[in-house]
Structure formats: structure tokens, C-alpha cells
């Protein structure tokens, strides 16, 4: 679940499966201390509501997939990597990635520095990987790293250890970027989807850390997706109110434990090791098991699934997919 099915009853954000966001992972990258690697998972293969595969078609191209970094501490964006996708005829996409500094990262645009252009979108076996300068690109269908006993979180918690993901696909964007454009040391990192569907640019999802928004804004779910880490405050009533019902708190220690949650932003030092959720978030890092342990207040502590075997040692990272797909457009 992680973001996944982040919509309205466990659905997709605007109805559409490739708006919706799963992961996000920052990581240094093994072997080199001077870069980081960055994954945003989006586009479930299977959703749970409506019940099924979703469409072949990887990215949307009416939508902006964007990376927000807050080097300040403010909650605010100073610097945004931002995707566009384009497909032609037969439906073959492809992909310019953007850098925004300063104050244009806090809003939405197509400008920007432009770092990697008409990236080809992968939709086979093999990952097809674009270079700029200092910066690699990847854009396409992956194995799903996320891990998690969904159907067991459907029945009220009841665990069999069952995986729903070991067999799943995703879309995944990874960056290969400098340290040295991140800014310099601890800063706050999320991702968002826009929609462009509508002629104006309308955010979609957006989060950083596992889960939460799945399980807890209630029905202040649309509010919560709309809305930005610097706004989180406000939600800290609706997210402790849920705590309550699921993990037994009383008010006064589900406040302090929403106040953990909020604002909603991976913190991430690239000079440091990664483990979630103190620095970044690797591929196997068992996030589930982490927000179980707040969600219930201690009473459930795992879902007794663990990571996918399938990653790779180098760029991208994330594993093949489970299954080929045509670049032939299909509706969303």
C-alpha cells in the first residue's frame, strides 16, 4: 500500500491508476559518495478498488511527476526535479526531466533547467537508462519493491504474511543525481503528481512517508492530497483522531504520535547511511513494520513479509518486470 491506492476507498487519486504515487527512496549511491539515488514509484499494475490490472500506458501524459526538495527546514521547496512525459503515434513515450532552484520550485511549470530530454521510456525487460552530464535517468515498468500483506491490512490487520506485491509491477522514475545539486547536508524530500487534465494544473497526490496517507486522513483524505508539507499542522486533529481508533491512544499521546507523522516529508542527509525513517529510505528498508508499530500503538509490529529478492546491484536499482508490455497506447 505504501501510497498506493491513495484515492477515495482504497482507489486512484482523479481515478487515474498513473497519478497514483507508491514510493518514494533516497539512498546514497553504493560506491559513490558524491551521488544519490532518487526513486519515485508510481502506477500500481493491479489496483484493489476497482479490482484488476490498470492500463499499459506508464505515465500521463497530461501530468507534471515532480520531486520536491526543502534544503531550509521551512517545508518549503527550493529545488524541484520535474517530468514530463510525450508519446507519439504508436504510443512510445518519452521523457524530459527539469531542474528548478529558488523560488519557481514551490509552484508547478514546464520551466525549469532542462537535464535529460526525449529519455526513452522502457516497457520491456531491460532498462533503458538516458545520461546527462553528471546526472542518469531511468523511466519505466519495474518489478514493485514495495512489500506488504495487503489483504491481511483489508481484514481489520489479520496478517498471513502473504505478499501482494511480490508478483506486481510499477512505474518507476530514478535519479542518479549529484550531491552537490541537492544543496548541502539534512533536507526534507517529497514527491506529487499535477494533473493537467482539467487546463489547469491541479495536484493530484502527494506524500513521503509509508502508509499514511492510505490509512489516516479519513475523509479528509482529498484535503490532505491537495495540500502541501507546510500546511501538515492543520492535519495533525484528523490524523490523531484516527490514531485513537486504531492503535488505543488516548488523545493527548495520539497527538504527540501525529506530530511524528506531520509534516509529511522524508527527511534525507546524503552524507550519512539511509534507514528509514530516520535518513532516506532504501529498497529494503521495511517501512510497513515501522508504521504498523505507530498505527496500533505497539499491538502489531510486523506483517511478516520481507523484502523482494529481485533488485538489482546498479542503476536503476529496482527490478525487472514481472511482465513485458507493448508500447501500444492504452486508455487509462
Known amino acids: 500500500m505504501s501510497h498506493h491506492y491513495s ?19 533516497a539512498f546514497p549511491k553504493p560506491g559513490d559518495v558524491g551521488k544519490s539515488i532518487l526513486i519515485m514509484n508510481v502506477h500500481p499494475s493491479v489496483g484493489v478498488n476497482p479490482a484488476g490490472p490498470t492500463t499499459n500506458e506508464p505515465f500521463a501524459t497530461e501530468a507534471v511527476y515532480e520531486l520536491k526538495i526543502d534544503t531550509d527546514g521551512d517545508l518549503v521547496a527550493d529545488i524541484a526535479y520535474r517530468v514530463r512525459f510525450t508519446s507519439d503515434k504508436s504510443g512510445a513515450q518519452t521523457a524530459t526531466m527539469r531542474r528548478v532552484a529558488g523560488a519557481q520550485a514551490a509552484g508547478t511549470s514546464d520551466e525549469g533547467q532542462t537535464i535529460i530530454e526525449a529519455a526513452p521510456v522502457s516497457t520491456g525487460q531491460d532498462a533503458r537508462v538516458t545520461e546527462g552530464g553528471d546526472y542518469r535517468f531511468f523511466a519505466g515498468w519495474r518489478s514493485d519493491s514495495f512489500f506488504f500483506d495487503t489483504m491481511g491490512a483489508l481484514n481489520n490487520l489479520q496478517f498471513t504474511g502473504d505478499d501482494f506485491f511480490a508478483d506486481k509491477d510499477v512505474c518507476s522514475i530514478v535519479l542518479e543525481v549529484p550531491n552537490s545539486a541537492l544543496g548541502s547536508g539534512k533536507m526534507g524530500l517529497w514527491h506529487r503528481t499535477v494533473d493537467g487534465t482539467s487546463g489547469k494544473w491541479v495536484q493530484a497526490d502527494r506524500g513521503a512517508l509509508a502508509s499514511q496517507s492510505v490509512f489516516l486522513p479519513g475523509d479528509e483524505k482529498a484535503a490532505y492530497l491537495a495540500a502541501q508539507p ?80 529481485d533488485l538489482l546491484t546498479s542503476f536503476p536499482y529496482v527490478g525487472s518486470p514481472h511482465k513485458a508490455r507493448s508500447a501500444e497506447k492504452v486508455a487509462a
Not at 279 to 292: E, K, M, Q, S, Y
Open 7 to 25: 484515492g477515495p476507498d482504497y482507489g486512484f487519486p482523479h481515478g487515474d491508476a498513473r497519478l497514483d504515487l507508491t514510493d518514494l527512496y
Open 230 to 309: 507546510a500546511d501538515d499542522v492543520r492535519f495533525i486533529p484528523v490524523f490523531a483522531h484516527s490514531l485513537e481508533h486504531t492503535g488505543g491512544y488516548t488523545p493527548e499521546a495520539a497527538s504527540r504520535a501525529a506530530g511524528i507523522l506531520l509534516p509529511d516529508i522524508l527527511p534525507y542527509d546524503p552524507s550519512k547511511p539511509a534507514s528509514y525513517p530516520a535518513n532516506g529510505r532504501t529498497l529494503t528498508d521495511d517501512a510497513i513494520d515501522v508504521f504498523l508499530s505507530i498505527l496500533t500503538n505497539g499491538k502489531v509490529t510486523r506483517d511478516n513479509v520481507g523484502p523482494h529478492t
